[in-house]
């Protein structure tokens, strides 16, 4: 299998998978390249909720698609923020996605096209789910370290920014407090 990076001529979401075989005289080979979906299906936005949302501090949701070195993936991404009830924009928070294949950068106000409210759809089941992952997956990328990512079961313990994968498991019966992201 061949990416961008063991072959530049394919485009960050491709994948070229070769493969072949012999049976008797017969010799058989297949290439495919393959287009790789860049947002999960369920990932309705850069903040995908259900349940109303409110963003302030200097929080940058940023939908559009970037690939795993930063760069911007064009027309590629999804909605700012989308939500089964309301957002609402606060503070210096900026808001960015791609709405019919036109990208908007993090902008305050938010582009409005990059807004979803009051959406109804089946909200998938777990955090893994959202990204097509099987259960855990997340945790134990968050646990690698891998690109700055993080676990912990105190939100207290950040080491802002955040990067790569950040997972706080809160103990049973405690509630996400409110917290200054800087």
Known sequence: MEDNGSDTSLSTSNVRITGGGASGNAVNSA??????????PSAHGGITANSVVSTLGILIIDGRDHDSNGALVTSQGTMGASTTQTYTQS?????GGTSSS???SPSKPANPGIIKEQITYIFP???DAVFGYNDGELKAMAQSGANGGQYMTDPANFTLPLSGVTYVELPIGDSWQSMDFG
């Open 102 to 104: 036109v990208d908007y």
């Open 31 to 40: 290439i495919v390249l393959a287009q790789l979906a860049s947002v999960p």
């Open 125 to 127: 089941s777990s955090p």
């Open 91 to 95: 503070g210096n928070s900026n808001g």
